[in-house]
């Protein structure tokens, strides 16, 4: 069974750091693009990132661009996302997700989520 | 930056047809997807590459496409098709994913 399942997550001040994790099973891990989508209590699914399946390209949303950093290691089936100076406007459900393919830009499988909570 | 436009509710009797549409300059070319999310679940693909559906999702649900516009169509609605429903796309550097801001379907 393909399964990805996020850990991590938790309560952080504002301009602190936190890292999450997804482990993926049931599929040829470093075959597939990953990604990170996020979402706000309450509203809407907002993409953060996305990394190819060698770890070689990586790409942003300009929301997070230079305080995010997304990795993966293949030998561990593992995702990864380095989250700096936190702002209470990246609270939310993060979720780690699958694509179709290498850079198909379409999420085949989620995980359940992870949630992080940015507050003084 | 680059948007997908949807409408923020839709709402149907049983057994009726649903339409959800969602907007935006790229889709000409690039592809647009769908997925379904229920309360407290992660979102499930409904249809991926404008208009096919992965293993497991009924008939019932279909997709087109036409200029700036993609349309999600669910035939012969049923309660448990009451959820969220997001388009998402890619800019046009293929390399930013886009989701539209979510339509709630209402089953009445």
């Known amino acids: 069974e393909v399964q990805l399942v996020e850990s991590g997550g938790g309560v952080v001040q504002p301009g602190g750091s936190l890292r999450l994790s997804c482990a993926a099973s049931?599929?040829?891990?470093?075959?597939?693009?990953m990604h990170w989508v996020r979402q706000a209590p309450g509203k809407g699914l907002e993409w953060v990132s996305l990394i190819s399946g060698d770890g070689g390209s990586t790409y942003y949303a300009d929301s997070v661009k230079g305080r995010f950093t997304i990795s993966r290691d293949n030998s561990k089936n593992s995702l990864y996302l380095q989250m700096n100076s936190l702002r209470t406007e990246d609270t939310a459900l993060y979720y780690c997700a699958k694509d179709m393919g290498e850079q198909w830009l379409v999420l085949d499988i989620w995980g359940q989520g992870t949630m992080v909570t940015v507050s003084s | 930056s680059y948007e997908l436009t949807q409408p923020p509710s839709v709402s149907v009797s049983p057994g009726q047809t649903a339409r959800i549409t969602c907007s935006g300059d790229?889709?000409?070319?690039?592809?647009a997807y769908w997925y379904q999310q229920k309360p407290g679940q992660a979102p499930v693909l409904v249809i991926y590459?404008?208009?096919e559906r992965p293993s497991g999702i009924p008939e019932r649900f279909s997709g087109s496409s036409s200029g700036t516009t993609v349309t999600l169509t669910i035939s012969g609605v049923q309660a448990e098709d009451e959820a969220d429903y997001y388009c998402?796309?890619?800019?046009?550097?293929?390399?930013?994913?886009?989701f539209g801001g979510g339509t709630k379907l209402t089953v009445l």
């Open positions: 790229a889709l000409p070319k690039q592809y």
């Open positions: 049931g599929f040829t891990f470093d075959d597939y693009a």
């Open positions: 590459k404008d208009s």
């Open positions: 998402q796309s890619a800019d046009s550097s293929g390399t930013h994913l886009v």
